[in-house]
């Protein structure tokens, strides 16, 4: 985890590997489950992130970069929302607030895109791996879907107003693009 247990030796070998096989790109879960790094309040406000976090993500996308693999960088999970994570009523209380929703952007999606939009390897950012769960699973909050399309929109809209780098949104199961 970025601001946790990181392990810079790891993620070279990690690029080096996916090199080797003839790869060019990762996608790569920035926070797992929200249990660190990320600061976030028990009402939900969103604050930043710790030092460790962004050096541990400098060392990350610098590796990327020395390696020449493009990071699809995933910001947050469903497992944040998860009723077994530590802080989980925290970001159910985000994502039910405008207020703590724009804390979050501005707090943590603004200065992430500000700090690497010009590293030419992050070439997306996923607002949110397999969302759709959040929605349909009472242990993640069983969350409206209005709330979650604010989310996504307010996190796509911030990352375009500072930058060209693309949005794009993890789905669970094809099944979630159609009727």
Same mark, same amino acid.
């Given at each position: 985890?970025?601001? #946790? !247990? ?10 080096? &590997?996916? &090199? ?13 489950? #929200?249990?660190?790094?990320?600061? %976030? @309040?028990? +009402? ?11 050096? =541990?993500?400098? +060392?990350?996308?610098?590796? $990327?970069?020395?390696? &020449? %693999?493009? %990071? ?6 469903? +497992? ?5 994570? @530590? ?5 159910? !209380? ?5 207020? &703590? ?9 603004? *200065?992430?895109? =500000?700090?690497?939009?010009?590293? *030419?390897?992050?070439? $997306?950012? +996923? ?10 699973? $009472? $242990?993640? #909050?069983? %969350?409206?879907? =209005? ?33």
């Amino acid at each position: 985890d970025f601001g #946790g !247990n990181y392990i810079s030796s790891w993620w070279d070998a990690e690029f080096q &590997k996916i &090199k080797a096989a003839g790869g060019n790109s990762t996608r790569i879960w920035i926070s797992c489950n #929200g249990k660190v790094g990320l600061l %976030i @309040a028990s +009402d939900g406000t969103v604050t930043g992130a710790t030092a460790a976090f962004w050096s =541990n993500l400098d +060392d990350m996308f610098r590796l $990327a970069q020395k390696n &020449k %693999i493009y %990071i699809k960088a995933t910001l947050i999970s469903f +497992d944040h929302f998860k009723n077994s994570h @530590a802080n989980y009523q925290r970001w159910r !209380n985000m994502v039910l607030s405008d207020e &703590k929703v724009t804390s979050f952007v501005d707090n943590y999606v603004v *200065p992430f895109t =500000n700090r690497y939009k010009d590293n *030419p390897y992050l070439w $997306a950012i +996923d607002v949110c791996n397999e969302i759709e769960w959040v929605n349909q699973d $009472a $242990a993640m #909050g069983s %969350i409206a879907w =209005n709330r979650l399309q604010y989310l996504v929109a307010r996190v796509a809209s911030a990352v375009h107003d500072n930058s060209k780098v693309l949005v794009t949104l993890g789905s669970a199961a094809i099944k979630w693009n159609s009727d």
